[in-house]
């Protein structure tokens, strides 16, 4: 199993410009997680998914938008990228939402936006 | 609201142990983790705990005082390996999982 995959895995944009962050997991995971870090801080709950075609938003939702058409995947889309936006970006994932299961974690994305 | 505190740095030497305090203030208790997390890579599980008392999993024990909304990691015999950040995080009332901001250790020789 690959686990937790994201693309890219840097990516610099310019404001105002918009991309897609991928994240896929071959764990046959339902609940599928995207969180930002920013440095000294701790993660910060972006959107969530409890299944295919659902989706809710977390604690910072703004400039942000997801889908989850399929189990596996679960791409994180930002439009009209600001500087505030810079961050590192990790999609996570776990078996249920009981909250007391393990998240397993992507890489991460390190996003600037200049 | 919710809160998580945790030191922001500490600083020990190999071989030694450390303890890495983490204090939490949340709407309601449901578990708490501490996951591991090398510079520039992904958080990855340590240990989760639930009910009051410690659990040991080798080097590594955690501790939880639910009436005290504290727990503690516990790093024995300290190895270069184990400079990185280590985040607690909480599960709330409503299976939120709220993070702390990390704790940076530094293993020095």
């Known amino acids: 199993n690959a686990g937790v995959t994201q693309t890219p895995k840097f990516r610099i944009l310019k404001i105002g410009q918009s991309m897609t962050l991928q994240c896929t997991q071959d764990m046959n995971h339902n609940y599928m997680y995207w969180y930002r870090q920013d440095p000294g801080m701790g993660l910060k709950l972006i959107y969530y998914?409890?299944?295919?075609?659902?989706?809710d938003k977390g604690e910072v939702p703004n400039g942000y938008n997801v889908s989850r058409s399929t189990t596996e995947d679960f791409p994180l889309r930002l439009e009209l990228a600001a500087p505030s936006q810079t961050s590192v970006y990790f999609c996570?994932?776990?078996?249920?939402?009981?909250?007391?299961?393990?998240?397993?974690f992507g890489p991460g994305t390190r996003l600037t936006v200049l | 609201g919710q809160n998580i505190d945790q030191p922001t740095e500490m600083t020990a030497t190999e071989g030694a142990i450390v303890q890495i305090n983490c204090t939490y203030q949340t709407s309601g208790f449901n578990g708490l983790f501490w996951y591991q997390q090398h510079a520039g890579e992904a958080p990855t599980f340590l240990s989760y705990?639930?009910l009051d008392g410690l659990e040991e999993k080798g080097r590594f024990s955690s501790f939880l005082s639910r009436s005290k909304g504290y727990s503690y990691l516990l790093l024995k015999e300290l190895q270069m390996k184990d400079s990185a950040s280590y985040l607690c995080?909480?599960?709330?009332?409503?299976?939120?999982?709220?993070w702390g901001a990390g704790t940076k250790l530094i293993i020095k020789p």
């Open positions: 705990n639930v």
């Open positions: 995080a909480v599960i709330n009332s409503n299976y939120q999982l709220i």
């Open positions: 996570a994932s776990t078996i249920s939402d009981s909250g007391t299961d393990t998240q397993y």
């Open positions: 998914s409890v299944g295919a075609g659902i989706t």
